[in-house]
């Protein structure tokens, strides 16, 4: 049984040939980039990764290939935070914490189950695509340098020599 980027590029193989759209070298390259990437990379990341297994690959190429693969819903844009758009292959429900010291975009399991209850709740308001959480924080990696940060600064203050009483 394949598990996930391995499924998910056969699930990408398997829906481009379904929807008559042709599976390229590059394309399949810069999905599997996505498949395999957790950190949901921009598309400069993305660029710069496939160049070195690609290098004929423009930055053009990447941005068209992702704008298609969004348009046949086979990935979606991460970018409720950043400034430039981040990309996502995983289509499985789920939320994202916002690191807002790295920008890291980390996948959050989904804090709602019952997608039939949030379309009730919703219908006043109109029919729910999608759900997407924000989650904005400190990640647990920044958070350890932070304090390794306070540890140094005590470490160094308490090494260094204390003013002289002058009374």
Known sequence: MLKGPEKRQKEFIDLCRRRGMRVTGQRLEVYREIAENLDHPSADMIYEAVR??????????VYRTLDT????????????????AHF?????????????????????????KDREEIQDKMADYGRVKSVSLQIRGICNKCEQITELEKEKESWQASKEPKPKRTC
């Not at 070195?52 to 190429?61: E, G, H, N, Y």
């Open 69 to 84: 693969l969004e348009e046949f819903g086979l990935i979606y844009r991460v970018n409720e935070v950043c400034a430039r």
């Open 52 to 61: 070195k297994r690609v290098p004929a690959i423009s930055l053009d190429t």
């Open 88 to 112: 996502d292959a995983n289509l499985e429900p789920h939320h994202h914490f916002f690191c807002v010291r790295c920008n890291n975009v980390l996948d959050v399991p989904p804090v709602w």
